[in-house]
């Protein structure tokens, strides 16, 4: 499928034996943000379209990503926008009836694609939709408000998100043994976000996103009584803009929430209202680790080394939960089918051997500036973390006996 959306280049004609560019994936972006100068291209006004019925999930589904690509809007929806040109024509409509708008792109490379957004009239639109069929979203249109003054920087912290969600579906439609009930991308709202008493005061936790996930164990014939499995992924996605010491803070509120009364109770309500009989207040903390500066030659890698090391600075049971990968792996399996079948998480429970090692070391290490330590706890983990086993985040599928 080409990209729907890919803005054409400045640049002129192809030349001679140049195809028109490969549709990217948000793994790839990165690559293209770089400043541009120039004014903004204008657009002509087009003839105006009646909206077509599948445009209202279109819109929700947006609005629930809060910025997605036109690449990954149809591949979301191959149903409805099975061609490029098909996904091209129905956005610029969208865009047209002002259902969606488009988020500010500038400094970036020709070929960036076009961001969409869900606009307050399309989420007002979908909202009538829906209370038409008795039906409660419970979506702000005043929110979208607010994005559209973004920085380039949040903008593609966002489109991670949506394409590791978009990669999460893809996943697990094709399974009959998975579901994914629910997934959040607004945990900084008030009435979502996690929040826990500590030394006298609430303290919040916001997470970047949040899934949650539902195993059915054996075959499908012998299963549909029984409860399927459950259990909330927390992710964050490291674009290495925050500091060390800062994520330190919030790996430690991750703890502090999992032991915490507010805590357990979240998860057991969450678990309840899915089905689950007996709630255990688990769950897993996802970090993919980023570098979007390009500024150390394997900044991925670099940047997956000292949240490692972060990771094994926590108590056991925090520890256990945390699962840790790159966006470099994710792209160079991003032509999977399913996207996310590999081995591709490092679990920081798998280090138990060599951690009173580690901590050792650690103590050894002077007290001065962190920027020192942190260099010597990368180098400790980087010389064991090729000896440690890559995980995938879904089991294969158990085998249905014949019978």
Request: proline content about 7%; some cysteine; aromatic content about 8%.
């Amino acid at each position: 499928m080409n990209d729907p959306t890919t803005r054409k280049s400045n640049d002129g004609p192809a030349k001679a034996g140049e195809g028109r560019p490969r549709p990217r994936t948000a793994w790839e972006l990165s690559g293209l943000i770089k400043p541009l100068a120039g004014p903004k291209q204008r657009t002509t006004p087009r003839k105006r379209h009646r909206p077509l019925p599948y445009y209202s999930r279109i819109v929700l589904y947006v609005f629930r990503s809060r910025f997605a690509t036109g690449f990954q809007i149809a591949r979301r929806f191959p149903e409805h926008l099975p061609s490029g040109r098909t996904a091209h024509r129905r956005l610029a409509h969208m865009v047209e009836l002002g259902l969606l708008g488009t988020a500010s792109v500038r400094s970036t490379a020709p070929h960036f694609p076009n961001v969409y957004l869900a606009t307050a009239k399309g989420v007002r639109w979908v909202q009538r939709l829906a209370e038409e069929r008795g039906l409660v979203l419970g979506v702000s249109p005043a929110e979208e408000r607010k994005e559209r003054g973004r920085a380039l920087d949040s903008v593609l912290h966002e489109l991670l998100l949506t394409e590791l969600e978009l990669s999460l579906h893809l996943s697990v439609q094709g399974r009959e043994d998975l579901g994914l009930p629910l997934t959040e991308r607004r945990y900084y709202r008030r009435d979502r976000r996690l929040s826990f008493p500590h030394a006298g005061t609430r303290r919040h936790l916001m997470p970047d996103a949040g899934f949650l996930l539902s195993v059915r164990e054996g075959s499908e014939r012998t299963s549909q009584n029984v409860a399927p499995a459950l259990l909330w992924h927390a992710v964050e996605m490291d674009n290495a803009t925050m500091s060390l010491p800062r994520f330190a803070s919030k790996l430690e509120d991750y703890d502090l929430w999992s032991r915490t009364d507010d805590g357990r109770e979240y998860l057991a309500n969450l678990y309840r209202r899915y089905g689950a009989a007996k709630p255990r207040p688990n769950f897993r903390l996802l970090i993919v680790c980023h570098d979007k500066s390009g500024v150390h030659k394997g900044g991925d890698e670099r940047r997956l080394l000292d949240l490692f090391a972060l990771a094994l600075e926590l108590p056991a049971a925090m520890r256990d939960r945390i699962w840790l990968t790159t966006v470099e792996r994710l792209k160079a399996r991003q032509t999977d089918d399913p996207p996310l079948s590999a081995a591709l998480w490092f679990r920081a429970r798998d280090a138990r051997e060599w951690l009173s090692e580690y901590r050792g070391h650690v103590a050894t290490v002077p007290r001065g500036r962190g920027r020192k330590r942190y260099h010597n706890q990368r180098a400790f983990v980087a010389e064991r973390l090729d000896s440690l086993p890559l995980h995938a985040l879904f089991l294969k599928p158990s085998p249905t006996p014949r019978g």
